[in-house]
């Protein structure tokens, strides 16, 4: 594919200045989109192949109800919250973690993904400071991982190597991510964390998203799984991300009417029930503040959220080391 050809996919989303002159312009792709299909808006070619990273978990943590899981390892709607999470390693978090692994008979080692900081930077300073060191269970997935894990013990399949693609619980995973996006998954990479990274076109990954926020589209188990993945979320926000996470700043700001949930790489997704309805944004070049505003500003838009928070994340100043304001970053409306 060419330069050109790829350029003309995306359109101008976001923009950065120095002083009051525009310095960057982030690009990407959005759509908003309802359960039958019904594409309300458009922002540049939707059909687009993306990763949505971590904006996977909610189909992640489907397998968790469908399974029975839930019920046969008597887990709390914490727990499924915790598992759908891209945590920032608080207390609550890691207290939440260390907990449920002692709860399923295993330890830190036993999860599969690497030692990494909290992804918080006040929160990577305290641990700087008074730990210095990294671990499995400061990871933002590891919440994720404890609910592959419980699954595999509930499955009664294999823990070892439960992140390979081939593994029952990633064959699951896929499964589900195909049945609710009605697509063929073709690609699979590998996730920061050492999971299966599926990808498909952003409009498809929206569409499998749409049947969380309308749960009549499925039936029995699957519906049930739905309902329960979102009311989870938004009943615990902050177990959800953290306290300065944006994902949770905009969920608990609806008042439980939509679930927000990030990407690496300039993801965002928002759930919207009441509408029946679902909003995906990748920025192309993966620049996650510039996502953090492009869904705020989608979400004004649309006329689904304009609250103080989204005024705060619409248009943020960009500050130098000394702390002074050198520019900002702000939504191209009208778009």
């Not at 192309?284 to 996502?291: E, F, L, R, T, W």
């Amino acid at each position: 594919m060419s330069d050109e050809s790829l350029n003309n996919k995306y359109v101008d989303l976001v923009a950065a200045t120095r002083g009051e002159v525009i310095e960057n312009i982030h690009q990407g792709i959005a759509i908003a989109i309802d359960s039958n299909y019904r594409i309300i808006k458009q922002w540049g070619d939707t059909k687009t192949e993306i990763f949505p990273r971590s904006a996977l978990k909610p189909i992640q943590a489907f397998g968790i109800i469908t399974t029975g899981t839930d019920k046969g390892l008597k887990l709390k709607d914490e727990q499924i919250a915790l598992a759908t999470s891209s945590h920032h390693a608080e207390t609550v978090h890691v207290d939440m973690v260390k907990l449920w692994l002692k709860e399923l008979g295993l330890d830190e080692e036993d999860l599969t993904l690497g030692s990494a900081w909290p992804l918080s930077p006040k929160r990577k300073d305290y641990i700087l400071r008074h730990e210095g060191r990294k671990s499995k269970l400061y990871h933002n997935c590891s919440g994720k991982h404890c609910g592959q894990l419980s699954i595999c013990i509930h499955e009664k399949f294999k823990k070892l190597n439960y992140q390979d693609p081939k593994h029952p619980v990633q064959k699951l995973f896929i499964q589900n991510l195909e049945k609710l996006s009605e697509t063929k998954i073709n690609h699979i990479g590998i996730d920061g964390c050492g999971l299966p990274a599926p990808s498909l076109p952003l409009e498809r990954f929206a569409y499998a998203l749409t049947k969380f926020a309308d749960p009549a589209k499925l039936e029995g188990i699957d519906k049930k799984a739905a309902i329960k993945v979102f009311e989870c979320c938004v009943k615990y926000p902050v177990l959800f991300g953290g306290s300065e996470s944006v994902n949770s700043i905009l969920t608990k700001s609806s008042k439980k009417r939509v679930l927000v949930k990030n990407g690496a790489d300039g993801v965002f997704s928002a759930i919207i029930p009441d509408e029946k309805m679902v909003v995906v944004v990748k920025i192309k070049d993966g620049n996650m503040k510039a996502a953090e505003i492009a869904i705020a500003g989608l979400l004004k838009d649309l006329k689904i959220l304009d609250n103080e928070e989204i005024k705060k994340l619409i248009t943020q100043p960009i500050m130098n080391s000394a702390g002074k304001r050198s520019g900002k970053m702000y939504w191209l409306e009208n778009n």
